[in-house]
């Protein structure tokens, strides 16, 4: 007796993403349903179709890649729920299809289930076409890599609501200090009223001076998540301050600290060093 796929399935299979390589993915945030045996990694996705025609995304074809080279596809809600998880339905993104349009940005819940050892850089390969067809030489499979970190996990959605009283904007960092080559993760949520409005971040220099600044779309629970990599823009030694503004009305700031470095840094320690080296091999001109 032979096996007959229906059409939709066979479809499915053979189907391709067009133009990978104008796909932009960006993760916003995160949360981890913890379980005995393994764990639910929930990552909220931006994907940005830089092309000049719409792109269809299959989600199965979205695989996540910790740093131990574990690979695993998505879950749905209705997987994780027969397997005891404590998941909403909306958590999991519902579409196994969705269009890309161009230069527009649509934002998805993905849901993977990881291992308890897994660690927390993980990549998320995009393939053109079904992961499991790229072992057949027949097939011309492609794909493009993105690269994340889960070092800082931002605050709950309900503890930072919680939080705001009669703020508007609050806006923190994971850490107050950073050494050359770190990397800022700026998170926090807007009230209601400033979540209706274009949100800005922008960081300051020690001398007040703006060095970098974007515009971005929180998330539809009002929170953000941001991150900057501390590089040379970052030359001054002192405190430096990053501030989010929700449409030219409200606003929030939190300052850190990035100690020096660069060319003048370099001078500095180089000549303390040489005076230390020079200093043990000086001898007294005159003696007695």
């Excluded at 189907?15 to 990978?20: D, H, Y």
């Excluded at 889960?150 to 107050?176: F, H, N, R, W, Y």
């Excluded at 807007?190 to 929180?218: H, M, R, W």
Aim: net charge negative.
């Amino acid at each position: 007796m032979f096996l007959i796929s229906a059409p939709s399935q066979i479809q499915k299979s053979f189907a391709q993403i067009e133009n990978i390589d104008s796909i932009e993915i960006e993760i916003h945030g995160w949360d981890k349903i913890e379980s005995e045996s393994s764990d639910v990694l929930v990552l909220d996705v931006s994907f940005v179709n830089n092309g000049e025609a719409s792109i269809d995304i299959f989600t199965d074809y979205l695989i996540l890649i910790d740093s131990q080279k574990q690979s695993v596809s998505p879950s749905s809600y209705l997987e994780l729920k027969d397997e005891g998880f404590f998941i909403l339905f909306e958590d999991c993104t519902n579409n196994s299809t969705f269009s890309l349009m161009p230069g527009l940005s649509q934002n998805e819940n993905l849901c993977y289930k990881i291992p308890k050892d897994a660690k927390s850089s993980f990549s998320m390969e995009i393939y053109n076409m079904l992961p499991d067809l790229c072992a057949e030489p027949i097939f011309e499979c492609n794909s493009k890599s993105f690269s994340f970190s889960l070092q800082a996990q931002p605050e709950k959605e309900s503890s930072c609501i919680e939080k705001l009283g009669e703020d508007q904007v609050i806006v923190m960092t994971d850490k107050d200090d950073y050494d050359k080559g770190d990397t800022i993760s700026v998170y926090g949520c807007l009230s209601e009223e400033a979540f209706t409005k274009g949100v800005n971040i922008v960081l300051y220099d020690p001398n007040g001076e703006q060095i970098e600044s974007s515009t971005f779309v929180p998330n539809t629970d009002r929170t953000f998540f941001q991150e900057f990599e501390i590089d040379e823009k970052f030359g001054l030694n002192g405190t430096y301050s990053v501030e989010v503004d929700a449409g030219g009305m409200y606003s929030s700031s939190k300052s850190f600290v990035v100690p020096e470095f660069g060319p003048l840094a370099l001078i500095v320690f180089g000549t303390s060093l040489g005076i230390i080296f020079l200093g043990r091999n000086l001898k007294p001109i005159f003696s007695q």
